[in-house]
């Protein structure tokens, strides 16, 4: 049996976010053999970041970020599984940088698309219903739900692509998320958020 080095095992779970322990077997499982441990780690249901889903995020952090006039101010809570990836830089900067972005977007109201009540939902459909009024009837139904989904993305904090595009390669806060869950082996949570604005 092949020697199962510390970067193998750190190696597999950057690739899989499976747990250390995990990787550890796999590798031992498969003989070192990288491929398959993946694959033996999916067979077994303990790979992806989708898993870590289901797991109850109640360790965290609560970052700000005050712009440099002084008149706008963000909280976030962001929650992991475990004190120790709460301490983890990459975890407080991710945190920080969604209070950044926040700070940036004044109409970003929700952290999820499920939070967003129907009852809104229905209300901007119907101003896109009738915006859309003068166009063929058979084209207003798409037209409204394209106008709704652009709102959506205008709004709900993991379909918004992070201001700072450059940095981030133009991905979305979701795809951020979704990184950091697989880099951290946990499951990563965009709690809530508040915006403060002097005078708003």
């Not at 008149?71 to 990459?90: H, Q, S, W």
């Not at 939070?115 to 229905?122: F, G, H, L, N, Y």
């Not at 063929?136 to 652009?150: D, S, T, W």
């Amino acid at each position: 049996m092949s020697t199962v080095t510390a970067s193998d095992v750190k190696a597999l779970r950057e690739r899989t976010a499976a747990g250390m322990m995990d990787c550890k077997k796999a590798l031992q499982e498969t003989g070192g053999d990288m491929d398959a441990a993946v694959e033996w780690l999916r067979v077994k249901g303990l790979s992806g970041a989708a898993k870590l889903a289901g797991r109850e995020a109640t360790e965290g952090t609560v970052q700000s970020y005050i712009h440099a006039n002084g008149k706008i101010g963000v909280l976030v809570e962001v929650d992991c599984n475990t004190d120790f990836v709460a301490r983890n830089d990459d975890f407080t900067s991710f945190a920080r940088d969604v209070a950044l972005h926040v700070a940036a977007m004044p109409q970003t109201r929700y952290v999820t698309e499920e939070e967003v009540p129907q009852d809104d939902r229905e209300a901007e459909l119907r101003v896109y219903e009738q915006q859309a009024a003068d166009r063929p009837e058979n084209v207003r139904p798409r037209i409204a739900e394209g106008k709704l989904r652009k709102w959506l993305e205008e709004v709900v904090l993991l379909h918004q692509v992070h201001v700072n595009a450059d940095k981030y390669e133009g991905k979305t806060i979701e795809e951020l998320r979704v990184e950091l869950s697989a880099k951290t082996g946990e499951n990563v949570v965009i709690r809530r958020f508040a915006r403060f604005q002097v005078g708003a």
